[in-house]
């Protein structure tokens, strides 16, 4: 079973603690587009901001070691790309940079976070990333190609469930499932009729996660 990074409820509170005191996203000594102004000069928007850093820390609680790092510079790199207070996109509209921070705030709080990776197996390799609406999507590379041999979308609805991935298939006569441990992944194919998995069969077998090649946001 994949292992949550505090010790209990308390070490989970201490993070929260740690994320609540940090300032504003923003320096507003310092403004430098109409988002930030916005942000500074709202209360509301204040609060949300502490609020996505209470996200991140509770997020950070239940990753993997490996991705503390990873998750701290994607936060970083959130909050100065597009998607970000520091773009000014929204052009100083509350809605819509409320509605950037509720969306971070889903994406951090998705249960499907901690099993971002990149897993390399004999005959393949897929990526998972977790999606703001709480699904996740699933990329099929045969070797270390860089094009996709099969796409399972998050509009599918995949969410992991005891640590494992139902696959969607095609053909009821092929099931096919993604089991997650502490060392990567097994994909597991199971055929109730000959031949009726010989497209994903090769692929089967143990995968090992590369937390360097994470395709999360």
């Known amino acids: 079973m994949m292992k949550a990074f505090c010790?209990?409820?308390?070490?989970?509170?201490?993070?929260?603690?740690a994320g609540s005191a940090q300032a504003l996203s923003v320096d507003c000594n310092k403004i430098t587009n109409p988002d930030e102004n916005t942000i500074c000069s709202e209360v509301a928007l204040a609060k949300l901001d502490?609020?996505?850093?209470?996200?991140?820390?509770?997020?950070?609680?239940?990753l993997p070691l490996k991705m503390r790092d990873y998750v701290k510079s994607a936060q970083v790199r959130w909050r100065v790309g597009p998607a970000g207070p520091a773009s000014g996109g929204c052009k100083g509209d509350v809605n819509c940079i409320a509605g950037k921070y509720r969306d971070r705030m889903a994406f951090l709080g998705n249960a499907g976070l901690p099993y971002e990776g990149v897993y390399d197996g004999k005959k393949a390799r897929f990526s998972v990333e977790s999606m703001s609406n709480g699904a996740l999507r699933v990329n099929f590379f045969e070797g270390a190609a860089a094009a996709p041999i099969a796409n399972i979308s998050e509009t599918q609805g995949l969410k992991v469930a005891?640590?494992?991935?139902?696959?969607?298939?095609?053909?009821?006569?092929?099931?096919?499932?993604i089991v997650f441990n502490d060392a990567g992944a097994k994909l597991e194919v199971k055929e109730a009729k000959k031949k009726a998995c010989d497209g994903v069969k090769a692929m089967a077998g143990p995968y090992t996660r590369d937390y360097s090649l994470i395709p999360g946001k």
């Open 7 to 17: 010790a209990g409820f308390a070490g989970c509170l201490l993070l929260l603690a």
């Open 50 to 62: 502490k609020d996505l850093d209470n996200a991140y820390a509770l997020s950070q609680a239940h």
């Open 162 to 177: 005891d640590n494992a991935l139902a696959l969607p298939l095609p053909g009821e006569n092929c099931t096919a499932r």
